[in-house]
T-cell receptor
């Protein structure tokens, strides 16, 4: 059964720092991997989607990489800002089974001004 | 604006009551989903629907029921059989259920359900 793990569970950094969030998954048979942002008490917003054949995707200050063979993905946030404070969730779309997305528990990020 | 609308935002349930959470989308998506989120936990799939008039159980379907009579609507009923229903419920949709070409899932703003 596919499992997704995110480390660390929480992270606090000063404004301006570059940071990396980690995601690992146990089964490499995936269609794609997505990173989401969730603000407190809100729904999820998709940040980046990486296809299984791709190595990385970039959007503004965000860069996500995927190493499918090792079951790892990282989300790199450059020049962090207080507005980046949120929970970041990683999810994979498995080839098989009835679950369209398997989520990690998320990393809660606080960027201190 | 296109998107997913969930209502109500906050709902209180008494013991023994059934309650229904509404989810409407105007994105013309075939697939719709219901997830449950508990504090500090990831999302767990309750039910999903690949197309109108079809739905399937997810990982934690016990104590819940759904219907998909219209493409744009996928209501979730939390029945009295669900013993621990207090949670944050998220509805989502995607163009298709199974697709390998980058099919993004869109989420609503969520509904908080509390048992009183």
């Amino acid at each position: 059964k596919q499992e997704v793990t995110q480390i660390p569970a929480a992270l606090s950094v000063p404004e301006g720092e570059n940071l990396v969030l980690n995601c690992s998954f146990t089964d490499s048979a995936i269609y794609n991997l997505q990173w989401f942002r969730q603000d407190p008490g809100k729904g999820l917003t998709s940040l980046l989607l990486i296809q299984s054949s791709q190595r990385e995707q970039t959007s503004g200050r965000l860069n996500a990489s995927l190493d499918k063979s090792s079951g790892r993905s990282t989300l790199y946030i450059a020049a962090s800002q207080p507005g980046d404070s949120a929970t970041y969730l990683c999810a994979v779309r498995p080839w098989s089974g009835n679950t369209p997305l398997v989520f990690g528990k998320g990393t809660r990020l606080s960027v201190i001004a | 604006d296109g998107g997913i609308t969930q209502s109500p935002k906050y709902l209180f349930r008494k013991e023994g009551q059934n309650v229904t959470l509404s989810c409407e989308q105007n994105l013309n998506h075939d697939a719709m989903y219901w997830y449950r989120q508990d504090p500090g936990q990831g999302l767990r799939l309750i039910y999903y629907s690949q197309i109108v008039n079809d739905f399937q159980k997810g990982d934690i379907a016990e104590g819940y029921s759904v219907s998909r009579e219209k493409k744009e609507s996928f209501p979730l009923t939390v029945t009295s059989a669900q013993k621990n229903p207090t949670a944050f419920y998220l509805c989502a949709s995607s163009l298709f259920f199974w697709e390998d070409s980058g099919n993004t899932i869109y989420f609503g703003e969520g509904s908080w359900l509390t048992v009183v």
